[in-house]
C-alpha cells in the first residue's frame, strides 16, 4: 500500500492522531490474531506427549522481529505455553574468532576491517543445534548472551527447562536457515517473515517522492541507535550498507519457505520518524549529511507534518522504534 502525506498530515492537523494510531495498530492486530489461529490450528493435531514446537522469525533489520516474537510469546504463554525467545544473535562466534577465520580463508585481506557479520558462518551453528537437541530430548540448557559492547559471547543468565507444552521462538535474520534445525525433532514449525511493506508518497518543489520500505528500517534504526546504544547518525551509516547485503545475500533467498507474512508498517509512524531522523541529521557532520541524503532524500520528508509526545498501545510493535 502507498500512503499519501496529505493524508497523514490531516490526521495530525485536524487533531485526530489517535484515530491514525488506532486504525494503524488495529490491521496489526488482525495479522497477530490470524497468526495465533494457525499455531493453534497447527497444534492442535498433536498427540499428547511433551512435544516442543518452533517458531522461525526472520526480518530485516528495523523490521520488528524482537517485538513480535516477545508478544506472541506473551499471547501463547495465555495458552498455557511454555515460550521462551532464543536470539541467533547470542549465538555469534567472538568477533576476534569470526575476523581470524575469514583472514584465514582469505575472504579478507590483511589488515582489513570489512568483516562479514551477517553471515551464517559468524553463528556457531554447532553449539546451537546441540542445545536443541538437549532441549528436545528433556534436558535444560542454559542460554548464551553475546556481549556487542566487547563483541564477545559471555556467560547467560537464564536456564530453561523442558516442560508440557514448549514453543521455542528463534528469531534473526538467519532463522530460516535449515541447517540451523534440520534433523532436529521439533514437532510444529511455522516460518514467520516480519517486514513493513508499505510506501509514503510525498511532493515538494515541484518534485514527486517515494519513501520505501528499506528508508522506513533505516529511520528506525537510526533513532533507536541514537537512544539505546548512543550511536551517531553516522555509526548507523557506517553499518547500513553491510546490514543490506546480508539481508540480500543471506535473508532474501529462502523468503521463499516463509508460512507467515507480517506487515508492519504503522501508516502514523512517517510523521514520527521524519521529526527525529532530521533532527538527528541536522546534529551531524556536513559529510554524514551528504550520506544520509544518499539513503533518504530530506526533501522527501519535508512535506510531512512531524509529530511526537503522542500515545500508543503498551503491545504495539512499533514500541521498539518509539522513543
Same mark, same amino acid.
Given at each position: ?33 490470524? #497468526? #495465533? ?13 511433551? #512435544? ?19 508478544? #506472541? ?40 576491517? %570489512? ?9 556457531? =551453528? ?44 528463534? %528469531? ?54 541514537? =537512544? ?38 504503522? %501508516? ?56
Amino acid at each position: 500500500m502507498i500512503y499519501d502525506y496529505k493524508n497523514v498530515n490531516r490526521y495530525v492537523n485536524n487533531d485526530c492522531f489517535d484515530e491514525l494510531i488506532n486504525f494503524s495498530e488495529q490491521r496489526i492486530s488482525m495479522q497477530f490474531e490470524m #497468526l #495465533l489461529r494457525l499455531i493453534r490450528a497447527k497444534d492442535s493435531d498433536d498427540k499428547g506427549a511433551d #512435544l516442543t514446537d518452533i517458531l522461525m522469525v526472520t526480518g530485516p533489520s528495523a523490521s520488528g522481529k524482537t517485538t513480535t516474537s516477545n508478544l #506472541l510469546a506473551k499471547y501463547l504463554a495465555e495458552d498455557g505455553y511454555n515460550c521462551t525467545v532464543i536470539s541467533l544473535d547470542d549465538y555469534y562466534f567472538d568477533a576476534e574468532t569470526i575476523q581470524r577465520k575469514q583472514i584465514e580463508m582469505g575472504l579478507v585481506p590483511e589488515g582489513s576491517t %570489512e568483516f562479514d557479520y551477517e553471515t551464517i558462518d559468524a553463528i556457531d =551453528v554447532e553449539y546451537f543445534r546441540q542445545q536443541m537437541k538437549d532441549y528436545t530430548s528433556g534436558k535444560s540448557i542454559e542460554l548464551p548472551k553475546f556481549d556487542f559492547s566487547i563483541g564477545k559471547r559471555v556467560k547467560g543468565d537464564k536456564v530453561i527447562e523442558s516442560t508440557h507444552k514448549d514453543i521455542i521462538i528463534l %528469531e534473526g535474520i538467519h532463522a530460516f536457515n535449515p541447517i540451523l534445525t534440520e534433523g532436529l525433532k521439533f514437532d510444529t514449525s511455522i516460518r514467520i517473515y516480519v517486514s513493513p511493506c508499505d510506501s509514503y508518497q510525498s511532493y515538494h518543489d515541484g518534485n514527486e517522492f517515494l519513501i520505501v520500505p528499506h528508508q522506513i528500517r533505516f529511520m528506525r534504526r537510526a533513532i533507536r541507535d541514537s =537512544v539505546h546504544r548512543a550511536a551517531p547518525l553516522g555509526k548507523t551509516m557506517d553499518m547500513w550498507g553491510g546490514v543490506r547485503r546480508g539481508e540480500k545475500n543471506y535473508m532474501e533467498p529462502l523468503l521463499k519457505y516463509a508460512d507467515v507474512f507480517i506487515n508492519t508498517s504503522h %501508516e502514523y509512524e512517517i510523521a514520527y520518524l521524519k521529526k527525529k531522523i532530521l533532527e538527528l541529521a541536522e546534529n551531524a557532520s556536513e559529510n554524514d549529511k551528504k550520506r544520509f541524503a544518499d539513503i533518504i532524500r530530506p526533501e522527501a520528508l519535508y512535506p510531512f507534518e512531524g509529530k511526537d509526545g503522542f500515545v500508543i498501545p503498551e503491545n504495539s510493535l512499533f514500541s521498539e522504534f518509539y522513543m
